[in-house]
């Protein structure tokens, strides 16, 4: 794979999962016998992005002294470039205080699986001025009303800290087989697909024109042979659209108004953080390491409410990202919509001279739950109708409220 960008901070990737089935059927007995930690979901979701390569080159969960320096200065306390704590962090160590090594049970998964062994290397407790510190550096806020802040702040203040062995991907190879992928098999596809400039799209919400146009219009600027559609499969906020139907509407679209062989649709086993800037820098260390050159960052990326400005996730990395820090670079999107001047869906900011606010077609996020609820056709300058189709059905099957 010479020809593909190198993962961050190495020059091949290191997934954590246990790839040999003898090796991993061993471990598995041994974690019967192992002190069991039930976590929580984001640590399973650090632990399958870990296992998944994502994650390259962290070899497990961050201790307190680094998930400090992370959340203070985007490093590691030995200098490794990254945006966010990668942790697992627990409220009780009272069941493996002494313990050197742990099997770590999935709260994801009925019946709590074992979902990997992590060598305990060390326990620390932070303070609550410690946890509002990372919190405030991370989210910009610590206000708990924030998804991501009410999760960070209620699973506990004890970091336990040490390298991994993880044994599978948790719920995401078996509810997701048709679009959970590793950045390892995302690097084969984009080779397979004699692909080496890529974009990447994340995204955890269905796809309407103007997202599909985004996609076709970095592609085309940065000259890429493809583009990966990258879809978050973990947990979301209360009223985000679920995976499987963001899924079959995006499938739907690419498989329409996509040429064949420029796009693959993708997802990935994390949890949102909501955690806006921050959240960007690490979307973008991951797609590196899936073999992305390029990651599209457009209005509110990431963001959740009104705790981030538009545009803040492309400062971060004009700002506070060093140079040198990521190979991948950023294609920076302006909002886009259908002008109705042009006929064609656009980036805001390059509108033509005398372009008015109305003449675009843009419907708020409420406006398109609504008009769907009711059985009201999206105007086709805003979604496809094949798209709306699948939309309108889910939120007809919802109970009234």
């Not at 999962?17 to 090796?23: L, N, Q």
């Not at 697909?193 to 940065?222: C, D, Y």
């Not at 659209?241 to 064949?260: G, N, S, T």
Request: proline share 6%.
């Amino acid at each position: 794979m010479d020809n593909l960008i190198k993962p961050h901070g190495s020059d091949s990737l290191n997934p954590l999962f246990v790839a040999d089935e003898a090796k991993r059927a061993e471990l598995q007995k041994e974690a019967q016998r192992l002190p069991k930690l039930l976590i929580c979901s984001q640590a399973a979701a650090n632990a399958v992005m870990l296992g998944s390569g994502y994650f390259n080159p962290l070899t497990g969960y961050m201790n307190l002294a680094d998930s400090l320096s992370v959340a203070q200065d985007m490093k590691t306390t030995s200098g490794l470039f990254w945006p966010v704590p990668i942790v697992n962090v627990v409220q009780d160590v009272a069941g493996i205080k002494d313990a050197k090594r742990i099997a770590l049970l999935d709260p994801n998964v009925d019946g709590n699986p074992v979902l990997a062994i992590q060598d305990v290397e060390s326990i620390d407790e932070a303070t609550g001025e410690q946890m509002n510190s990372m919190a405030q550096k991370v989210y910009r806020t610590t206000d708990v009303e924030h998804p991501g802040i009410k999760n960070f702040l209620s699973v506990g203040k004890f970091f336990v800290a040490g390298p991994l062995q993880v044994l599978n991907y948790s719920y995401f190879a078996t509810d997701f087989p048709g679009t959970f992928r590793t950045a390892v098999q995302i690097r084969e596809l984009i080779e397979s697909n004699g692909w080496s400039k890529v974009v990447a799209f994340q995204t955890r919400n269905p796809m309407h024109r103007a997202h599909e146009a985004l996609v076709k219009i970095a592609m085309q600027r940065v000259g890429a042979d493809g583009a990966v559609i990258h879809m978050l499969l973990g947990k979301l906020k209360k009223g985000d659209i679920p995976a499987d139907v963001r899924d079959a509407a995006i499938r739907k679209m690419v498989e329409l108004y996509f040429q064949p062989n420029t796009a693959e649709i993708t997802g990935y086993g994390y949890d949102m953080l909501y955690a806006g800037p921050r959240e960007a820098v690490l979307h973008a260390v991951f797609r590196q390491n899936m073999g992305a050159s390029h990651l599209i960052v457009g209005r509110d990326h990431a963001g959740v409410g009104d705790y981030y400005g538009a545009f803040d996730a492309q400062e971060i990395f004009q700002k506070e990202v060093p140079p040198d820090a990521l190979e991948l670079k950023i294609f920076e999107a302006d909002h886009t919509a259908y002008s109705n001047v042009v006929g064609d869906v656009i980036m805001m900011r390059e509108a033509p001279d005398g372009h008015k606010p109305e003449d675009f077609v843009f419907l708020s996020g409420t406006k398109v739950r609504a008009m769907l609820s009711a059985g009201e056709d999206l105007p086709p300058e805003f979604a496809r109708p094949e798209v709306a189709k699948i939309l309108m059905e889910y939120y007809q099957s919802l109970p009234a409220d």
